[in-house]
């Protein structure tokens, strides 16, 4: 996947539901839960059980959607991540070689950064967009404004307390796009295996994240 096809998906689905599960199974059941309510970009954190597992089944069993992995803290994770289908990568951190490791196998890469300082740098170095994170420990919304004032030529994706409520102004704000994890599989729901409450959630974020409804 090139770097412009890359961005364009974001532009076009602007969420991707973040999923660390603590069976494969449990991973399987979400990743399929959000894909009935029309999320197309799913990240498997890396240090989900049986990550690898999982992501190359899902990557078979949910061809319309795009399959990637996240908590990605080296080389050696990026190769085995790639090796298993990996369509994109994310991380919580700056790291050059994984960045540029990424770049030569031609996977999206997105390392995670707060400051202005790191997100430039990530920038420079290759990185396809940036994950600000944790955003809401920063001031949410508001601190992606002020990034994108002297920065606006960076494509940020805000995760770490987007919630279904708040994705919508982050978008309209700047962001390319918002990455949810817990807002989106609520425990309670999880617990009860209420996954039709959980697909309507999706169905609920994507509906509010469409073209025609972002002001």
Partial sequence: MIIDNWLNLLRQQR???VIRASSKSLGEQMAKT??????RLIEITWNSADAPELISQLHRELPNC??????????????????????FIFSPHVDIPVIKAA???????????????????AWDAGASC???????????ASY??????????IPL?????????????????????VGLSGNL??????DEGNWNAIAKRAKQLKQRLAPDSLS
């Fill in 15 to 17: 969420v991707i539901a």
């Fill in 34 to 39: 959000v894909a009935t309510g029309g999320i």
């Fill in 66 to 87: 795009i399959i990637g992995t996240g908590t990605i803290l080296n080389q050696s994770q990026l190769h085995q991540a790639i090796d298993v289908g990996a369509q």
């Fill in 103 to 121: 770049i030569a196998a031609k996977v999206p890469v997105v390392p995670g950064a707060l400051s202005p300082t790191e997100i430039v740098t």
């Fill in 130 to 140: 940036v994950k600000v994170f944790p955003i809401q420990a920063v001031g949410g």
């Fill in 144 to 153: 992606i404004k002020a990034l994108l004032g002297p920065l606006g030529h």
């Fill in 157 to 177: 994706i805000p995760t770490g307390g987007v919630t279904i409520d708040n994705a919508q102004e982050l978008i309209n704000i700047g962001a390319i796009a």
């Fill in 185 to 190: 599989f609520p425990q309670s729901l999880i």
